[in-house]
């Protein structure tokens, strides 16, 4: 029709796609995004969608590549593939996860710091808790604040 952005989205839009598709049907037919621009007859015919790795019911044009009959005809040509999600790192536990699990940690103690401007401060001190036992926490009441603690505080005699 003449139309060269029109083409030339389109083409970013199926190129996209195609990209997009990791884990999904690798079939080439299956990776053409379904569309009902451009066409005579618009069907409501299955399609396979690449963005959630399966065969879906919906208008599309009857002459598409990526159009089907049935559901079946439709997962066998294009059967999705394992969907690739990356294992996220394990998060290692801060100080406001100990604060809420107390129990889980072999020490704590409430006892009095002096900060920058000489005042005391009451602060909570916790530690050995599970497999972070070298780990020195310290929650501060009247700012409630916790953070970690670079250094061991010496045990005073209770």
């Not at 999904?24 to 007859?41: F, M, Q, Y």
């Amino acid at each position: 029709n003449g139309c060269r952005v029109c083409s030339l989205s389109s083409w970013y839009f199926q190129v996209a796609s195609w990209l997009d598709a990791a884990g999904a049907s690798t079939k080439r037919r299956c990776l053409r995004e379904p569309t009902v621009e451009g066409c005579s007859i618009i069907r409501r015919m299955w399609s396979f969608k690449s963005g959630i790795n399966k065969c879906e019911h919906d208008f599309v044009c009857s002459s598409h590549v990526n159009a089907f009959e049935t559901e079946a005809s439709c997962q066998s040509e294009c059967p999705p593939g394992p969907i690739d999600k990356p294992t996220p790192k394990p998060k290692e536990p801060d100080c406001s996860y100990w604060l809420l699990r107390l129990d889980r940690c072999k020490k704590s103690r409430i006892i009095e710091l002096v900060d920058f401007a000489g005042r005391f401060r009451r602060v909570l001190q916790y530690t050995r808790c599970k497999r972070w036992e070298w780990k020195v926490y310290i929650f501060d009441f009247a700012a409630n604040q916790c953070s970690e603690w670079p250094r061991n505080i010496p045990d005073k005699a209770e």
